[in-house]
């Protein structure tokens, strides 16, 4: 009857067009109005009406919505941007959208399949994108939710809000009617994300499981991988998994914690946060005598660290900026100590031999350079220098370590290196962002984006660049990531041969690449491969890049940090992202003092050590600041390193410096450790000066008897 009717109906609705009238879409016939339909100013700009045949296309924020002639929603298209036109003229439906600081173009295939989109579609990581569909279902009132559902049943956050109220009113058969359609959508996978949240708080924990499921499958299809680092940010807005796992935690619901943890751990293991979320949920399981499943999460959150920096985990930038902050304090702690100690020893002396030359401080500007053959230092021997040269050099490696971990973590944690995937408007255009400096580890980034977005021609050529940058380097060998992937684009096109000889080539470059052997058929056991199989099945597998080479990527080497700037030595003192001004300048100071202490390597000394004695105060202070008395021998070194390190570490008790991720000395073990230590310093050192000391006073006894 249905049928007989549309046929009636169709001569009558050949010339109906679709207009809008601010935001009400109007669909006429002449002057008759057959429907109409208001959207909410919430929802977004309004772009169309584009009318092609009996079918209206009309944009709606990221969306695009397909109407039959009788008003009822034919299909719905999720877009990566608000859309801002769409165009009909080339004989199929071309949409354009508008992100930030970039536009995109996408073609809509048939409506009577759903207006598949034929370019690879990337969710940027933006809640006004990812949860537009949400946003829309809570925005109906709940007396309309009927007639929403009706209007659009491609909604399935709509749905869900139905099976509630029916959850309410006692009528399970509708309930369980309204969440298989709700499950029936199709959607991207931070929507699907969104949806199993509020099933699961709804109390349908298996439909939010299936969901779950579907998130995991469309997120594959779109590109995304384990491998790729996901930032807390981006990861809030593709649902928030883990802050739902937070919630389950509080209410001690492990069994879906368990549920929700699986699906980071397959999709997103290396989150933001993910290693001590792991950590914790283990914690609750071994509360609970269930010591296997406990060891395994730990086993498995220890695998993440490799191909991190140093191997110390995802937030290993933390740590090795830590390390570099206690290197520096323990450093600029000898240093000074030294400087005390010499100048002790030297200040009587001194202050003799530039008498002459008008006073201590007035012959700096009256006879300055005989004044600068009597500086401190020029009374030290040429052991003790060249230890405070050694220090300093030590110094400009802290700061400029700490410079370049500040650098580097800023870079690993980009927006466009953390959103799970590369590639797309989104992240192509945060990636020129980050001016990635030129090296074979940025064309293996630009030759992926280019591969997950089909542009097969542009990747191909960027792993080419890669390999010749490579090739240039001295000692460099092929990049075996980019043969990897060129096997895979050989492949893809249909060269079995060439691909496996690339795959073989990869492997013999790097035995542990696990992208290669999984597409030599080796089956290798990486949770990346076992995330191809089971959802990429058939499909060979992409190399990315790890940590290390992100940071290649991002800042090069201390070495290239370091050489940069020597080279641009104004440019420390920029506020440039990742870099302090204040730290660039404390790196141009510690430029200066090496300098300055290297030159004095060239002036004569000025006094022996029989002139210059060993005064009381330099003795009182050979006994507070171990080692720096002892500079001329190899036992000086160790304990002024040791002292100034154990007093860096233990520098977080007041409360002006803190080395968050690398210790605590508030803990009671780690303090009464460096105490242990600092008693033992100064009690060798006590040793030492006491034999120092009879030494000198039998030498001078000595002296005294020849005489």
């Known amino acids: 009857m249905s049928g007989l009717f549309a046929l009636l109906t169709l001569p009558a609705l050949a ?20 429907w109409q339909r208001t959207y909410p100013a919430a929802l977004g700009d309004l772009t169309g009406p584009l009318n092609v045949g009996n079918l209206t296309y009309l944009g709606v924020g990221p969306q695009v919505y397909v109407l039959n002639a009788d008003s009822t929603v034919q299909a719905r298209v999720d877009l990566p941007g608000m859309v ?26 048939d409506a009577a399949q759903g207006a598949p989109v034929q370019e690879r579609v990337v969710p940027p990581p933006n809640p006004e994108i990812t949860g537009w569909l949400a946003r829309a279902a809570d925005a109906v009132p709940q007396a309309q939710l009927a007639q929403a559902g009706a209007q659009d049943p491609t909604n399935p956050f709509t749905a869900l809000r139905q099976a509630n109220l029916a959850n309410i009113q006692g ?43 579907r998130a995991k499958r469309d997120a594959a299809e779109r590109g995304f991988d384990p491998e790729i680092s996901v930032s807390r940010a981006t990861l809030s807005a ?42 914790r949920y283990a914690d609750l399981l071994e509360a609970q005598g269930r010591g296997g499943e406990a060891e395994e999460w730990r086993q498995f959150t220890r695998t993440l660290r490799a191909g991190t920096l140093y191997n110390l985990g995802p937030d290993g930038t933390g740590q090795v900026r830590d390390a570099a902050r206690l290197v520096t304090l323990a450093l600029l702690l000898a240093l000074a100590a030294s400087f005390a100690a010499l100048v002790a020893r030297a200040w009587r002396v001194q202050g003799e031999d530039t008498r002459p030359l008008g006073g201590r401080w007035r012959s700096v500007l009256r006879r300055p350079l005989s004044r600068a053959r009597r500086n401190t230092l020029a009374y030290a021997s040429f052991g003790e220098r060249l230890v405070l040269v050694t220090l300093a050099l030590g110094l400009v490696a802290a700061v400029g370590g700490w410079q370049w971990t500040n650098h580097t973590g800023q870079g690993l944690r980009a927006a466009a290196l953390t959103s799970g995937t590369y590639g797309g408007g989104w992240v192509t255009a945060r990636l020129s962002d980050l001016n990635l400096r030129p090296s074979p580890d940025a064309a293996l980034l630009a030759g992926l ?6 542009d097969d021609s542009v990747a191909r050529a960027q792993y080419t660049r890669a390999q010749d940058t490579r090739a240039q380097t001295a000692g460099a060998g092929p990049d075996a990531c980019a043969l990897n992937n060129l096997g895979v684009i050989a492949a893809q096109r249909g060269d079995v041969p060439q691909s496996r000889e690339s795959y073989r080539a990869a492997l013999a470059i790097r035995p542990d690449l696990a ?32 940590q290390r080479s ?26 440039a992202p990742g870099q302090s001004a204040r730290l660039g300048a404390a790196l141009l100071g510690a430029l200066a003092l090496l300098a300055a202490i290297a030159f004095t390597l060239l002036i004569p000394r000025a006094a022996t050590d029989a002139r210059l004695r060993r005064p009381a105060v330099y003795r009182v202070l050979a006994l507070l600041l171990p080692g720096a008395a002892l500079l001329e021998g190899a036992w000086g070194g160790v304990l002024l390193l040791a002292w100034g390190a154990t007093l860096a570490a233990l520098a977080p008790l007041t409360g002006l410096i803190a080395y968050a991720q690398l210790l605590d000395p508030a803990q009671i073990t780690t303090r009464n450790l460096l105490l242990a230590v600092l008693i033992g310093v100064y009690a060798l050192n006590t040793l030492v000066f006491a034999l120092i000391e009879l030494r000198h006073a039998r030498s001078t006894r000595r002296e005294r008897a020849e005489r």
Do not use: I, K
């Open 15 to 34: 010339g109906a067009d679709a207009v809008l009238e601010g935001r009400t879409l109007r669909y006429e016939d002449g002057p008759r109005l057959l």
């Open 84 to 109: 801002t036109s769409l165009d009909a003229s080339s004989g199929t439906v071309r949409v354009t959208t508008q992100g930030d600081g970039y536009t995109e173009r996408f073609t809509l295939g």
């Open 171 to 213: 009528d399970t058969f509708s309930a369980l009617s309204a969440v298989r359609r709700a499950l029936s959508a199709q959607m991207p996978f931070p929507a699907w994300v969104m949806l199993a949240a509020r099933l699961d708080s709804a109390g349908f924990p298996a439909a939010a499981n299936l969901a779950l499921d």
């Open 238 to 279: 593709y649902g928030n998994p883990s802050g739902y796992v937070g919630t389950l935690l509080a209410q001690n619901r492990l069994t879906r914690v368990g549920a929700w943890l699986a699906y980071l751990r397959e999709l997103h293991p290396r989150f933001e946060g993910g290693p001590a979320l792991y950590l």
């Open 449 to 454: 984006s280019a591969q997950l977005d089909g």
């Open 515 to 546: 992208a290669a052997a999984f597409n030599l058929g080796l089956n290798p056991g990486t949770p990346g491969t076992a995330f191809q199989q089971q959802y990429r099945p058939g499909q060979p597998r992409l190399c990315y890049p790890d």
């Open 550 to 575: 992100l940071a290649r990527a991002v800042s090069g080497d201390l070495s290239v940090t370091l050489r940069r700037d020597l080279a641009q030595p104004l440019a420390l003192l920029s506020d």
